[in-house]
């Protein structure tokens, strides 16, 4: 079964708006990391916060991370219709090297 | 773009057929991993690779074998391809074990028909 679930599975908003999504995890981690996926793309990184780390922020981009529940989130802010994509949380453990994947959130950017 | 390069991007073949797919990268990155995407499932990990000739399975590594010879190389081999393992398949690169980002290719699309 997959590390990572993410929650909600689609999310469509109106461009400007903040999207948030989050993700759950079973086991302890290491790391926590979230990817972008466009249509037909492979993925693209774009934050990694670690497990001694709360809250992390790139530009547009909030992570938070509680590791007593298990579970992140991912909020972007003012929303762009090029944020149109798929969303997936990826988390990796100490002393073990996969890099597991959730099932994802596809975001809709209404213009 | 970090220099990893999938072959071949698309591919149809008939069940009990041999396939073999390639990654290669340029990045000299020592983990390499093969991912399966299919609808419903996100990225399921298959099989993944921490340096040349060590291996180990992932999650959905049944049907499936790997090979690393090289550094840069990573072989996927679908043994005798079956209708359930028609999918999406990415590779993705790390330099370390997961505390930096991973690379992905751009996928390959196989048809098992």
């Known amino acids: 079964s997959q590390q990572g679930e993410e929650d909600p599975q689609a999310l469509s908003i109106q461009e400007g708006e903040n999207a948030t999504m989050n993700c759950s995890y079973k086991?302890?981690?290491?790391?926590l990391q979230w990817y972008r996926q466009n249509s037909g793309r492979g993925l693209v990184h774009l934050i990694l916060?670690?497990?001694?780390?709360r809250e992390k922020h790139s530009g547009r981009l909030r992570v938070t991370l509680d590791t007593s529940k298990k579970s992140s989130s991912l909020l972007i802010t003012a929303s762009r219709a090029a944020d149109t994509a798929s969303y997936f949380c990826?988390?990796?453990?100490?002393?073990?090297?996969?890099?597991?994947f959730g099932t994802g959130t596809r975001l809709t950017i209404i213009p | 773009d970090a220099g990893i390069t999938q072959s071949p991007r698309h591919k149809v073949t008939e069940t009990g057929t041999p396939v073999t797919l390639r990654c290669h990268q340029t990045?000299?990155?020592?983990?390499m991993y093969w991912y399966r995407q299919d609808p419903g499932h996100g990225l399921r990990l298959i099989h993944y690779?921490?340096?040349?000739?060590?291996?180990d399975k992932g999650e959905v590594s049944d049907g499936y074998s790997v090979s690393r010879s090289k550094t840069e190389d990573f072989l996927l081999t679908l043994e005798s391809a079956t209708s359930s393992q028609t999918s999406v398949y990415f590779c993705?690169?790390?330099?370390?074990?997961?505390?930096?980002?991973?690379?992905f290719g751009q996928g390959t699309r196989l048809t098992v028909v």
């Open positions: 990826a988390t990796d453990a100490r002393g073990n090297e996969k890099l597991t």
């Open positions: 086991t302890s981690i290491n790391n």
């Open positions: 916060i670690r497990s001694n780390e």
């Open positions: 990045e000299n990155h020592r983990y």
């Open positions: 690779s921490y340096g040349v000739k060590d291996t």
């Open positions: 993705a690169i790390g330099q370390t074990q997961g505390n930096t980002e991973a690379f």
